[in-house]
């Protein structure tokens, strides 16, 4: 009987799809838009640094040629002193006082000319013999790395040393000959923190001109800002001082960088808030004639308005990535509503149908049952009316084969038995058909 069975179909009312796909879609969205603003940010943020290395280049490439072309200009001045021969003969002489005489016109006008503060000739053996910037002083050995390099090449050297008091100073020595003979040296030198506005104003950049502390002495260097006027504070920054810049206050955000960027010199850019403005900083080492670390160049360059319009820019993607997803996704989720409406309706439908169905199928299950029922009445109606029919049928043979065997007509007696038998057996019969009848 089971297996005439129709099976049931599981139909539950179907979920809503609409909100589920828009948030999919939503979240992928927001994955692409936010993957494709942060590069964009990453780039405007590159093309920021970039800008900011190209000026610390700038400086990189612009110092050295600044002071090439200041050493140019001392060349030729120490050219002119070499070939007086008053002082050529006061040299040659030993006549200290003499070389003094003759050679203080020329510093005081190289002084006015072209700023140069020191003028000293020496001897072969590195001896001071005259200081023309400071006469008192002399006898002492010069220990400079630009006169040592003059002395290996046997010609004129140039380079930049940091002084007594903490300034860095352009040197260029000449080997002194005379009738084709080195007789000794003269070296000339002027301090070159005029160089720093120069290099702002080519650079587009602040400048900050920073010492390492170990490089100088801080007694010297206090009584450097007596000597030359100048304004400074040892204890501004723990690491370095600060010996001359553009800027009208030295953030003090530059101790950090100090330690975050003194290993990792024209590669790292920093970034740098101070006084309400944004500045891209960089740092450009400085060498000395002895190819030594003693300090650094901050490149700061003002970015406020980059980085201003930088996130303007960004903010504008972001708003417009999200309008442009609004206007997107709204049409979708009407379609996909519509959609899910017409879906619904179909469901309704089809659950209709198979509710008729099981109708069906429980009517034919009603029927099937009723047919066998209607199946085994009419077995059981057969077999009664075979065991009734043949009763009666037994004695009307009996009787009739009574007649053939005697062959004289039963007696009266006989005959009422045999009458009043099969006539028990009709009734009996009749109302077993009767009774077979009423079932159906």
């Known amino acids: 009987m089971n297996q005439d069975r129709v099976p049931d179909l599981p139909l539950n009312h179907p979920r809503r799809i609409a909100p589920r796909l828009l948030i999919l879609l939503a979240v992928v969205f927001i994955a692409v838009l936010s993957v494709s603003a942060y590069l964009v940010y990453s780039i405007q943020q590159n093309h920021i640094d970039n800008g900011v290395r190209s000026r610390m280049n700038a400086v990189s490439r612009l110092f050295p040629e600044l ?243 930088a996130n303007r820019a960004f903010l504008g993607l972001v708003a417009t990535g999200i309008l442009l997803g609004t206007a997107l996704l709204a049409p979708f989720y009407w379609i996909t509503r519509r959609m899910e409406r017409e879906l619904h309706k179909s469901n309704d439908h089809l659950r209709a149908e198979v509710d008729r169905r099981g109708e069906v199928e429980q009517s034919l299950r009603e029927a099937i049952t009723a047919a066998k029922s209607a199946d085994r009445a009419k077995s059981m109606f057969l077999a009664n009316m075979s065991h009734e029919i043949r009763t009666p049928l037994t004695g009307i043979l009996g009787f009739a084969d009574l007649l053939l065997e005697t062959g004289q007509p039963p007696s009266e007696d006989q005959r009422e038995e045999y009458l009043s038998s099969t006539f028990a057996l009709y009734t009996a019969a009749v109302t077993a058909f009767s009774s077979s009848f009423r079932i159906f």
């Open 67 to 309: 002071l090439r072309l200041e050493a140019k200009s001392m060349s030729g001045q120490i050219d002119f002193l070499e070939r007086d021969q008053g002082i050529r003969a006061a040299w040659l002489a030993r006549d200290r006082r003499l070389l003094q005489e003759r050679s203080e016109p020329y510093f005081l006008q190289l002084r006015i000319d072209y700023g140069v503060t020191h003028l000293y000739f020496i001897d072969l053996d590195k001896t001071a013999f005259l200081r023309a910037h400071n006469p008192a002083v002399h006898g002492d050995v010069t220990k400079l790395a630009v006169l040592d390099q003059a002395v290996r090449q046997g010609r004129p050297a140039w380079g930049i040393s940091l002084g007594k008091y903490g300034t860095f100073t352009l040197r260029v020595v000449h080997p002194w000959r005379i009738n084709g003979q080195v007789v000794g040296f003269i070296e000339a030198g002027m301090e070159i923190e005029h160089i720093v506005p120069e290099l702002k104003k080519v650079a587009d950049a602040d400048v900050v001109v920073a010492v390492n502390k170990p490089s100088t002495d801080r007694q010297k260097w206090e009584q450097g800002l007596t000597v030359f006027n100048k304004e400074g504070n040892w204890d501004e920054f723990s690491e370095f001082v600060v010996i001359s810049s553009t800027m009208p206050t030295n953030p003090s955000e530059l101790a950090t960088l100090w330690e975050h960027t003194c290993e990792d010199h024209g590669n790292r850019v920093s970034r740098l808030a101070s006084g309400g403005r944004t500045y891209g900083v960089g740092v450009v080492p400085l060498i000395d004639a002895g190819q030594v670390d003693v300090g650094d160049f901050f490149v700061l360059c003002d970015i406020t308005h980059q980085v201003t319009v």
